[in-house]
């Protein structure tokens, strides 16, 4: 069956290091996003994607990194530049009828700083 | 500016009861409408959603809401929960004909069925 899948589910980073939350998605869906979910907050969005070798920043990108050499893929990389990473974290994508379908989600990566 | 308003954090029923979780937006173009359901440690999924034509929509799952265009809401309803519907809800608005490539999604409202 088609979907995204996220790894891993649970992440742990200590101070200053860097982290990669995958997303893989075989939906051949064009665009890819990645939000955050903190408690009582909704999601925000990190950064997209609607097209390989092409991505834009969210409303919080700071702090963030991503990469789209391959349609299938949307690595997130949490760097040290990110003061507060503890959260959930969701990957997402949309085909090309881009509004009609809504999005497909992952399910999920908890990143916690130890 | 685009927002989305869950008029209420927790909403907390008895099982076979009624429930309304409440769904208002701003624009000034014509929206795209969703409900997604998150159950926990999950990603969301999408519920039902309103594109065009019927106000009225409805989920295989026994839930159903309706775009108010005049009151600015979709409000998702039914008409006798289970405890199985325990969740978050997100409302989430698209903007524009051909829906942006960025959505707004609610803050969420956490629904808890009793036994």
Redesign the interface.
């Known amino acids: 069956d088609g979907g995204?899948t996220?790894s891993p589910?649970y992440l742990f980073r200590k101070e200053g290091q860097n982290v990669t939350l995958s997303c893989e998605q075989n939906l051949n869906h064009d665009?890819m996003y990645w939000?955050r979910q903190d408690p009582?907050?909704?999601?925000r969005?990190i950064y997209?994607s609607?097209i390989v070798n092409d991505f834009?920043k969210?409303d919080i990108a700071e702090g963030y990194s991503v990469s789209r050499e391959k349609k299938e893929s949307f690595p997130l990389t949490v760097t040290s530049a990110q003061k507060n990473p503890t959260a959930f974290y969701?990957c997402?994508s949309r085909g090309a009828d881009?509004?009609?379908?809504?999005?497909?989600?992952?399910?999920?990566t908890?990143l916690t700083v130890v | 500016a685009q927002s989305v308003t869950q008029l209420d954090s927790q909403v907390p029923v008895f099982e076979e009861a009624p429930v309304e979780l409440r769904c208002n937006y701003s624009s000034s173009v014509s929206v795209y409408l969703f409900w997604y359901v998150q159950y926990p440690n999950q990603g969301l999924q999408l519920l039902l959603k309103y594109l065009s034509g019927s106000t009225l929509v409805e989920s295989i799952n026994g839930f159903e809401a309706e775009f108010n265009k005049s009151q600015t809401s979709f409000h998702l309803r039914k008409p006798s929960v289970h405890i199985s519907d325990t969740a978050e809800y997100f409302c989430a608005v698209s903007e524009g004909s051909t829906g942006g490539f960025k959505t707004i999604f609610g803050a969420g409202t956490r629904l808890f069925v009793k036994a």
């Open positions: 995204i996220q589910k665009a939000y009582g907050q909704g999601l969005l997209y609607q834009q969210g969701l997402a881009r509004v009609l379908g809504g999005y497909t989600f992952g399910s999920g908890r």
